[in-house]
């Protein structure tokens, strides 16, 4: 049930971002959800051996190469997602770090108590 609670969560970002970041569209809710999807599944698949295959250039820019790969990826999947654009790569980039913000408040908000400390 929170993955799919997640899954709505992270469509409505993507629908916000296109409001508030000039470059993206998404032109409808359909869109998001299956944007949403696909971008979890290239994150969940293809992200990590990037991660890898870039270790060195990551470990000299002290991580931050991981955004670009981010947009990379963002810009890789507007390329095949029908109603889902990005204008360029700093949209792109944007709109990753945008994802993760929301992301991050998505997992801080549904986190569960079972592993807290004593």
Do not use: C, E, H
Request: proline fraction near 3%; charged fraction near 5%; avoid cysteine.
């Amino acid at each position: 049930m929170k993955l799919i609670f997640r899954l709505l969560l992270n469509a409505l970002f993507l629908l916000f971002a296109s409001y508030v970041i000039s470059g993206v569209q998404v032109n409808s809710f359909y869109a998001a959800v299956i944007t949403a999807i696909v971008l979890g599944l290239i994150n969940a698949l293809i992200r990590p051996v990037l991660i890898i295959l870039t270790l060195p250039i990551n470990i000299l820019t002290l991580g931050l190469f991981t955004l670009v790969i981010n947009g990379l990826l963002v810009m890789f999947v507007a390329s095949f997602v029908k109603g889902f654009s990005v204008a360029g790569f700093w949209p792109a980039m944007l709109l990753s770090i945008f994802l993760w913000l929301g992301s991050f408040l998505t997992n801080f908000l549904l986190k569960d108590d079972k592993g807290a400390a004593l």
